[in-house]
């Protein structure tokens, strides 16, 4: 089965190279939209495997965008590409529940290798935005100035041993099946675990709980 993905893209010319690239077999292109609010609109009727979202977009962010997205259709993937690799706005598509972060001026093979991780289950960064995370880490500094405070802080004793490991591997960016394989488990336990951990956490992506277990040291 292809993967069925919606390309959400103002730029024509930009939205029509990404339609070429995923032209080929192993993709589908069901839809296409030039805002925020039919980037929505068309997720919820052409439920899409994979949205393609740009950050920039009239009427609507790419980031509320997805926000409501995975509120309304948490299984549906969201890969951000963008020209933005501002740290606030990569950690803001990560809260908002993106599961891939790719830089315009990356080649077309690194979206379609995006699209088809995060299809998986698994999260996928730009090589650029990843080195970026891991120097923000650990430097251990943050805008603060830009957060936003937490719910509640997640103390590491709230998860269980089996949900530290199978959260390790997530942080790992391994997919459920790889996850399944790797502790001996069946993928529906998987899928149970994933979904605790992201409750205990509080966030609303497996994207969004690497980050915030590597920020806060949970494991």
């Not at 698994?122 to 957060?147: C, Y």
């Not at 336990?189 to 605790?196: L, N, P, W």
Request: charged share 25%; proline share 4%; net charge negative.
């Amino acid at each position: 089965m292809p993967i069925r993905v919606l390309l959400v893209e103002d730029n024509d010319l930009m939205r029509n190279g990404l339609r070429t690239s995923f032209g080929e077999s192993g993709f589908e292109v069901v839809g296409e939209a030039e805002d925020g609010v039919t980037a929505v609109e068309l997720t919820q009727s052409l439920r899409p495997d994979v949205v393609v979202m740009d950050i920039g977009l009239p009427l609507q962010t790419g980031i509320e965008a997805t926000r409501q997205i995975k509120q309304s259709m948490p299984d549906t993937k969201v890969v951000m590409l963008t020209s933005h690799n501002s740290g606030d706005e990569l950690f803001a598509a990560l809260a908002a529940g993106a599961a891939g972060y790719c830089l315009k001026d990356c080649a077309s093979e690194l979206v379609k290798i995006a699209v088809r991780s995060v299809s998986e289950g698994a999260a996928w960064l730009d090589p650029k935005i990843a080195g970026m995370v891991l120097k923000v880490f650990e430097s251990g500094v943050l805008d603060k100035k830009e957060q936003k405070p937490e719910p509640y802080q997640v103390a590491p004793s709230t998860l269980s041993e089996r949900e530290k490991d199978v959260l390790r591997l997530m942080v790992n960016g391994a997919a459920n099946k790889e996850i399944a394989s790797q502790l001996h488990i069946s993928i529906s336990t998987v899928r149970t675990h994933v979904e605790h951990i992201l409750g205990k956490l509080a966030v609303s992506g497996r994207t969004a709980a690497a980050v915030k277990a590597m920020k806060e040291g949970l494991i």
